[in-house]
Each structure stands twice: as C-alpha cells, then as structure tokens.
C-alpha cells in the first residue's frame, strides 16, 4: 500500500466483511440523514460505517467520532445510521460520498476500494481512533450495533458505547468527549452530565418565576420516554411532566399515530390525548429519537391549534434580542434567523421586521451552517427540528462583559444561562421544551398568547409518487424549480389566482416523491392549490396517484 502511512489490517478486516456481506442488489445513499432504509437489510452497511467512523477519527488525529443507529419520525421497521462530527456537528458534506461509495462497493472490490479511499483522503493510520455510539428502540438496533462493533474490531477502534439514548445526547457526548479539559469545555461525557448542565440552567433561568404547570409530553413511544422520565427526576417539580405514548415494549407502537411528525402532517393530537387534553392546556410530541418537536394546545372554540417550528422560532428569536438590548449588547451582537421555503409566510413576515432572516435549502446541516454565520443564529424547521448557534466570540463576550446597571446584569446572566440549557450541537427535542418554558415564564404566556404573535396561513404539504425525481431541480433554496421547463411559470400563474397564494415544489432527498407546499389566505384555497399544483407536478412525471384527505374530497 504504498503512499499509505501505518498499517491496514487487510486480513482481519477480510475476515469480519465475510460476516457482513453486501447484497448485489441494494445501493445505498448517505443524506442529510445518513442511511435510512429498512433496518434489516443495513448489516453490511453498519460494517463499513464502523469503519469508515474509525478512518474519520484517524484523519482528524484521534479525535472521538460518533455513530447514531436511528430512523428518527420514520415506522419502526426503518432504520438509520449516521456519523457525528467532533463538535457534535453533521459529518464534513465532502465524506457523504465517501459513505455512500464504500456502501455500494461489492464484497470482492470492498479492500481496494477501502485502500484507494485511505489513499486519496491522506489518512495516517499510525492515528488513533475513537468512537462513540449509540441506538434508539427499534427492534433492529441490537442486532446492528454489533456490525457497527465488529467494524471497530476489524480496524482495531476504541469503541464506547452510549447505550440506548436520544440522538441529541449522542451529540452531546461527541461534543462533551471532545472538549474535556478545554477552554471549550462543553460540559460532563455522561447523560448524567446532560441532565444536569440542562436542569440546573433551567432552574436558575425561572427562578423567582411563578410556578409551571404541568407540561403533557407525547413520546412517539420512542427513545424520548426513558430520557424524558430521567430528566423530569432531575427537574423535580420545577417543571412536572405527564408523559403519554411512553411504551416502548410494544411490536410497532414506535411513531405509530403519535410523534412530532403524526401531530404535523395530520394537525391533529395523537388519539391518545383525545379527551385527556384540556381546554388551553399546553401538550406537546417528541419524535421518535427526540430530536424534533411539536407544541399545541386546544382553543376555546375545541379546535386543535398547532404551534410548530416556526412558532417556536419566533418566540425564542423574539425573547433573545429583548435580552441582548436589555443587557446593552445591541451593538456588538446580532440575533438572525434561518428558514427554509417550508416556514410559513406569516412567520417571515413577523420575524423579517424584527430581525435578519435568511432562507436556504432543505436540510439540517444548510441551516446549521448558515445559523454560524450570525452572533446568534436561531434555527427551526418547520417540522420542529432546530436549536440556537452561539458563536465563539459572543460566548466570550457574554463571559466577559461588564454590565453597567442591575438591569444589564440579569439580563446577561439570562443570556449566559441560556447558553447552557440549548443543546448548541443539534436540535434536541428536550433542550428546546425547556427554552419554550423559559421563554413562556418569562412573557407569563399562556399557550394562546403565544400563539397569538401572528396567524399562520393555512397550509397543505402533499406528495406525488415520480419514476424519478432527479428529473426536479430547484433554485432560490429549493422556492423554484428549473426543471421541468416551463412547470415553474404555470406555478406561478396558478398561484396568483388565490389570496396570498404560494407554492413550491421539491423533490425529495431519500424517496422518489415529489413534495408540494401550498398556503393561502383560506384553507379550502390552501388545499385546492396544492392538490392542482400536485395535479400539474402528475401529469408532468407520469406519476401514481395523490390519495386526498377525506376534508378535501
């Protein structure tokens, strides 16, 4: 292996692959969300991600890599793996393919290909390699956790494993693991750890507030409810909990008319809350790793009201650029926000005259990466997935600061705390239950007062099934299409024939679906856009059939 430095254990790596052989017919694509597909058929791939983990740890000079086995908001029958950055971050853009190509290579070509990678990206394997990993409850996971171990073995990578926790904690260790005994010291590589950086800034952060009532949360009968159980411990009666949805024994309960995904595209509660939840009470769904989240209540009129990303983005924007001036900080720190073309029109308005407010792509690591480029980046998606970005100049300055009035100095104090209880490295469910309720104390906000900053336009998000979706190129962070030629423009034409209409169409990053996102000013309006626009997007690609709700029908 000449150009590679340190030792590639060829044999042992041989003898494990035989273990976990590719099937010819299956290809693999790392996204967004890494590889997601079912969960029986990713043995080989949990193999070669193992890996691939202890290579990257290597090219960053030992530095500990994370590995989550998860499928997220997905049916319990799904499965996923993804890799974690250092900091807790997305892995680097540039080795999604590196994934994807040692997925896909065949068994006999699986070491050349290994070699050619090694080779290519320079890495020393006189490095170390450190890896942490971690599953949610999927029945699967057990049984891929041990590919992902004999991957380690096969490459001789020190393995920790984190057990079965959310995906945020799993974020939070790589981060933790990585900047112990720094200036950067994120906080104790523990879950214990976790609970208690989050806990203990929650209690300082509503201290002196009035007492919280009690917050139903819907745990997608997933890894939430465990996690959610031992924080409500460390919480005490701070903040009580009353946990639904939180089995995680029963074949095929995971996600299963539940979670922040149900309560989104349905807008409805899941039904077990039916009857349970009162009047103006606030609720709110996990999904089934706790990475995403989903608020609503039921008005006085007994309709079911959605507060969703955006609305979430909108409250904590808002409160933290009221702290910023209170602690007279205007100046030298500036709040934006994130988007993407699914947030609903009223909410950029409402944010857009408040604060910088950028629009980009689909997709964690888009936002993410665009949320750094501010002070303090607030980030959401409309499905409820998001967190806040302090950079690392405004972290010291929030340390160093001199406040000059009592005012100043709580208001920065809040500031610092806040810091502590937002899980910086991802969107965790969990950590952002916590600001809401903060925020919430704070603004004394029932539910329906906050609901009430601005009124969402109705909207309807559809689907179309597409031989192939490759055939859809978007621009302007996904909000036009290129191609088809021409379909944009009868879009457009459509669109101005409805009230504050609005539409765009995307095609999918994991399935071969299209999605449609109309709104409108009237929601019969909202939903006859989207389904003539679906209709248009139909006859374009040849597609199946668009099942319509019965509300539409």
Not at 416 to 444: M, R, Y
Request: glycine share 8%; net charge negative.
């Amino acid at each position: 292996m000449s150009g590679i430095r340190g030792h590639l254990p060829k044999e042992q790596i041989e003898a494990y692959s035989e273990l976990h052989p590719k099937a010819r017919h299956l290809l693999f694509s790392y996204g967004t969300a890494g590889f997601r597909t079912l969960g029986v058929v990713l043995d080989s791939v949990l193999f070669r991600v193992g890996i691939l983990a202890a290579l990257r740890s290597k090219k960053l000079d030992g530095k500990t890599i994370g590995v989550m086995i998860t499928a997220s908001h997905n049916p319990e029958d799904d499965n996923g793996v993804k890799l974690v950055d250092p900091r807790g971050e997305m892995l680097e853009v540039a080795w999604e393919q590196h994934a994807s190509t040692l997925a896909n290579a065949p068994n006999e070509e699986f070491l050349d290909a290994l070699e050619n990678f090694i080779r290519t990206t320079r890495i020393d394997l006189s490095k170390p390699a450190r890896v942490v990993y971690a599953r949610d409850t999927r029945p699967t996971g057990e049984s891929l956790v041990k590919a992902l171990e004999d991957g380690l073995k096969a490459i001789g990578a020190e393995g920790r494993d984190a057990g079965i926790t959310t995906t945020p904690i799993l974020h939070y260790l790589v981060k933790a693991i990585n900047t112990k005994g720094t200036k950067e010291e994120y906080g104790e590589d523990s879950e214990d750890g976790y609970f208690q950086k989050m806990s203990e800034a929650f209690r300082k952060l509503v201290s002196g507030r009035p007492r919280i009532q009690p917050l139903i949360i819907d745990c997608a009968n997933g890894v939430g409810a465990p996690i959610a159980k031992k924080l409500s411990q460390y919480l005490g009666e701070t903040l009580p909990f009353a946990l639904y949805n939180a089995d995680t024994a029963t074949p095929g309960a995971l996600n299963n008319n539940c979670g922040a995904d149900y309560v989104k595209t349905t807008q409805r509660p899941p039904p077990s809350l039916i009857g349970v939840l009162q009047q103006g009470q606030r609720a709110c769904s996990l999904d089934g790793d706790a990475d995403r989240l989903m608020y609503y209540f039921i008005d006085e009129r007994g309709y079911f009201t959605l507060l969703d990303g955006d609305k979430i983005a909108t409250l904590v924007a808002a409160f933290i650029v009221d702290l910023v001036k209170l602690a007279g900080l205007a100046e030298s720190i500036k709040v934006g926000v994130v988007q993407t073309a699914y947030a609903n029109g009223s909410s950029t308005k409402y944010l857009s005259e408040r604060l910088p407010v950028r629009c980009v792509p689909t997709g964690v690591k888009h936002l993410h990466h665009a949320a750094e480029q501010f002070n303090v980046g607030v980030y959401f998606e409309a499905n409820g997935h998001g967190t806040v970005l302090f950079s690392p100049s405004t972290l010291e300055k929030l340390e160093t600061h001199e406040p000059s009035t009592p005012a100043q100095s709580t208001a920065l104090k809040h500031l610092n705390n806040l810091t502590q209880l937002i899980n910086q490295t991802v969107g965790d469910a969990l950590s952002d239950v916590l600001l809401v309720e903060v925020v919430l104390a704070h603004k004394a906000y029932s539910a329906i007062e906050w609901n009430s900053l601005y009124s969402d336009l109705p909207n309807r998000l559809v689907k179309v099934h597409v031989p192939n979706r490759n055939a859809f190129k978007t621009e302007d962070a996904e909000r036009r299409l290129v191609t088809p030629y021409g379909l944009q423009a009868k879009i457009d034409d459509l669109c101005k024939r409805y009230d504050g209409g609005r539409s765009f169409v995307r095609p999918s990053g994991t399935e071969d679906v299209v999605r449609v996102y109309a709104e409108a000013v009237l929601r019969s309006q909202a939903d006859e856009l989207a389904y003539r626009v679906a209709g248009m997007v139909y006859d374009e690609a040849g597609g199946e059939a668009i099942r319509r709700p019965k509300e539409f029908m």
